[in-house]
Nanobody, 122 residues
Framework: QVQLVESGGGLVQTGDSLRLSCAAS????????IGWFRQAPGKEREIIAA???????FYANSMKDRFTISRDNAKNTVYLQMNSLKPEDTAVYFC????????????????WGQGTQVTVSS
């Protein structure tokens, strides 16, 4: 079983950057695809990006210009670099681990972290 812990969130201003980290323990990290999702109040959880076991990446169409996902298997950590942040990026950001073939949807994720809040002020 994999445990995930997100960190790096906070309160920033429009145009700022943040790097989120997702640290994994308790399992063989390199066996899992890792995804970053976010959920704003009253909205469904949406995928931002995912990185598979061989570091292939997937981005939601609206995210690919400002967000970059990467993984460091030696550190059991996946990162999400977020640039040019906007108020509409305000949400709780979650990372998840999936062993499914299709890892572009939250329903196929087995494990989740507790989330980290990102708030972007205008």
């Amino acid at each position: 079983q994999v445990q995930l812990v997100e960190s790096g969130g906070g309160l920033v201003q429009t145009g700022d950057s943040l790097r989120l980290s997702c640290a994994a323990s308790g399992g063989t990290f390199s066996n899992y695809h890792i995804g970053w999702f976010r959920q704003a109040p009253g909205k469904e959880r949406e995928i931002i990006a995912a990185i598979n076991k061989i570091s292939g990446t997937f981005y939601a169409n609206s995210m690919k210009d400002r967000f970059t996902i990467s993984r460091d298997n030696a550190k059991n950590t996946v990162y999400l670099q977020m640039n040019s942040l906007k108020p509409e990026d305000t949400a709780v950001y979650f990372c998840g681990a999936s062993s499914a073939i299709v890892y572009f949807t939250a329903a196929n994720y087995n494990y989740w972290g507790q989330g980290t809040q990102v708030t972007v002020s205008s």
